[in-house]
Each structure stands twice: as structure tokens, then as C-alpha cells.
């Protein structure tokens, strides 16, 4: 079994920390410039914890989609987690169920990748602990500080910052497109999708966007296996 502890584990998530510093930042300045409160921005990223899903329920708290539609689409966002979790509790030392639940919501792309690359066989519960602390500590401050330096900021360049989050989108989509034919079909039919749903007028946005992911996932899904089958 692995032998670090809590303090190797802040070590080891150090590099996280450091990281989420500009995207936490940008968050909080875009939740201020959607009009969510200090309080109700660092509320999302205390219990919500997910970036990219955080940054999809502003862009839909802009179009008015209803509470139960943000719900549902940041849960198919963050669907993944699951699977993370999973493959993860098989290299977690044995320990009470509360002590999972409590380290698997501080599991993030970044947070997983630390800790399924650790070696040896088992990871000890409190470098777990160690890691995800200052990850969620730094994603939770730099969301606050964000927010307050947004609200400092004039008023036309709060409402310039809205384009922040559509470059954010692409920043995030285009380097995991690079070379990768199956994340580029899945982002133009799920984007063709969109279209089609928003110029007709057939769904409302957070409908049109739940739907798009889910049937081009779907599609994408069933010409790879017919691929593998031929």
C-alpha cells in the first residue's frame, strides 16, 4: 500500500490547485456577469464542483432554461463520474462508506488523473483527502475572488465578459479535437442537432441542448461499433 499521507497528498495536488486558478477566476467573473450574487456563485462551486458543468449552467441561466433542465443537463455532463469513481474505489484503500462518499464528489478529471496514476496497489484514504482539499479549496477561493474583482469592473466590461465564455467552450472543445476524428463528429453533429432545434423552434435551449448530446453520443456510438463489427 501506498505509504503517503494528507501532507503528500496537498503536495501532489499542488499542480491543481495552480491550475484552476484562471479557470475558477473566469468563473466567478462571468457568474457576476450573469447575474449570480457572491453568495449564490461560490454556493455552485462549493456543492456543485464541476467546471465544465458549471460554465454550461451559466450559459443556461442566461437563456432562461428552467432549474429541472440544468439538472438534467449538467448530471448527463457529468455523467463520466461515474465511471471515474468506479475504476478509482478499485485502487482506494478499504474504508467506511461515509469516507468514499466524501472523497468521490472531489473527484474531477484533473483530481482522477492524480490519483489512478499513483503507483502501487492501494492509495491511502487521507492522500486522497490531500489532494482533492486543495483542489476544491482553490476552485471554491478563486471563484469568490473572481466574483468580487468582476464586480469592480466597469459596466461595459462586465457585459463584454459574457464573450469569455464561448471562448472558454472552444478552449475546451479544440485540443481534445486534435487528431481525434470521433470528438469532431460528435461536436458537429451535436452542433447540427442544435441548429436544427433552435431555428425551428421544436425544443426550448436546455431541451435542444440535452437532446443534441444525447443523440449525437448515440450516433457516434453506433457507427463506431458498426465500424468494429465490419
Do not use: C
Not at 85 to 95: C, F, R
Not at 175 to 185: Q, T
Not at 197 to 225: D, K, N
Amino acid at each position: 500500500m501506498q505509504e503517503h499521507g494528507f501532507s503528500s497528498g496537498l503536495k501532489a495536488g499542488a499542480s491543481i490547485a495552480i491550475g484552476y486558478f484562471p479557470v475558477a477566476l473566469t468563473f466567478g467573473l462571468l457568474a457576476k456577469t450573469t447575474g449570480l450574487s457572491l453568495i449564490e456563485a461560490t454556493a455552485m462551486s462549493i456543492f456543485v464542483f464541476a467546471g465544465a458543468a458549471q460554465y454550461i449552467s451559466l450559459s443556461l441561466i442566461t437563456a432562461g432554461v428552467l432549474p429541472a433542465l440544468i439538472v438534467v443537463n449538467t448530471f448527463i455532463v457529468n455523467i463520466r463520474h461515474f465511471l471515474m469513481t468506479a475504476a478509482l474505489n478499485e485502487k482506494m484503500e478499504p474504508d467506511a462508506r461515509w469516507k468514499k462518499a466524501l472523497y468521490a464528489f472531489g473527484i474531477t478529471d484533473e483530481t482522477f488523473t492524480v490519483l489512478a496514476t499513483q503507483p502501487g496497489d492501494k492509495i491511502r484514504t487521507s492522500f486522497a483527502a490531500g489532494v482533492i482539499v486543495i483542489s476544491y479549496g482553490s476552485w471554491v477561493v478563486f471563484t469568490s475572488l473572481g466574483h468580487l474583482i468582476g464586480a469592480s469592473l466597469p459596466g461595459f466590461l462586465q457585459a463584454s465578459m459574457s464573450i469569455a465564455l464561448y471562448a472558454m467552450f472552444v478552449g475546451l472543445l479544440v485540443p481534445s479535437m486534435k487528431g481525434n476524428r470521433k470528438v469532431v463528429s460528435l461536436a458537429l453533429i451535436a452542433a447540427l442537432f442544435n441548429s436544427l432545434f433552435y431555428f425551428t423552434g421544436w425544443l426550448s435551449t436546455g431541451w435542444a441542448i440535452m437532446v443534441s448530446t444525447l443523440a449525437s453520443a448515440i450516433i457516434i456510438e453506433l457507427i463506431s461499433r458498426k465500424g468494429v463489427a465490419a
